[in-house]
């Protein structure tokens, strides 16, 4: 399995309160992602990064911030969490990308629920 | 914005049958990948396919790209209680964009 490690795997906290998420992979590979998974909308990409401090906006990043200050590590931020980012996310490591049809592999999931 | 639809969205059957589920668009896909992911884990990959037309088996699974590369199937031959699970598929692009677009899912039921 690749080394992909999501902290903390589950979190309950208030609405407002600032969040933030952690992808660890120690198989120093270029490219990691955060997706959101709803029921009925399969995985939505929210950021992701192609190397240290690069990174671009997927079709939900509103609401969401990203930061990767070293290879290994890919934070997922939200500043003042809301109801509707109840979810389940889920971080990813591709070697080169998508466009030499890389797989990504993925971490085991961090359930958030804002109350 | 490319959109993958997987069907169906459920699929219940009994251990032994065979299954076919779908994945469209209406977006041409350089790449087309397959993950299954069980319960309270990440999806796992399962085939990657790039050739319009292509055919690739995997055991009992037999995936094909379509041959103008903008939908796909994964058939299941006597279907095992292991096959259960969230299947999605995952389309790659090469227009300089590191994105996967992923499906909406089908999640199977194998009744023993």
């Known amino acids: 399995d690749a080394g992909i490690t999501q902290s903390p795997r589950h979190k309950v906290t208030e609405t407002g309160t600032p969040v933030t998420l952690r992808c660890h992979q120690t198989?120093?590979?270029?490219?990691m992602y955060w997706y959101r998974q709803d029921p009925g909308h399969g995985l939505r990409l929210i950021h992701y990064s192609y190397g240290v401090k690069d990174t671009d906006k997927g079709e939900v990043s509103d609401g969401y911030s990203v930061s990767r200050s070293k290879t290994e590590d890919f934070l997922l931020t939200l500043e003042s969490a809301t109801s509707s980012q109840t979810s389940v996310y889920f971080c990813?490591?591709?070697?080169?990308?998508?466009?030499?049809?890389?797989?990504?592999?993925f971490g085991d999931g961090t359930r958030l629920s804002i109350l | 914005t490319q959109l993958l639809e997987q069907s169906p969205q459920f699929l219940s059957i009994q251990e032994g049958e065979n299954l076919t589920v779908y994945c469209n668009s209406s977006s041409v896909f350089s790449s087309l990948q397959w993950y299954r992911q069980e319960p309270g884990e990440g999806p796992v990959l399962l085939v990657t396919v790039v050739t319009g037309g292509e055919v690739k088996k995997l055991k009992r699974l037999t995936f094909q790209f379509g041959d103008a590369r903008k939908d796909s199937s994964l058939h299941i031959t006597a279907a095992q209680t292991g096959d259960t699970g969230l299947y999605l598929c995952a389309g790659g692009t090469n227009f300089g964009n590191e994105k996967l677009t992923f499906g909406t899912g089908t999640r199977l039921t194998i009744i023993p």
């Open positions: 990813a490591i591709s070697r080169t990308g998508t466009m030499s049809n890389q797989p990504q592999h």
């Open positions: 198989e120093n590979h270029r490219y």
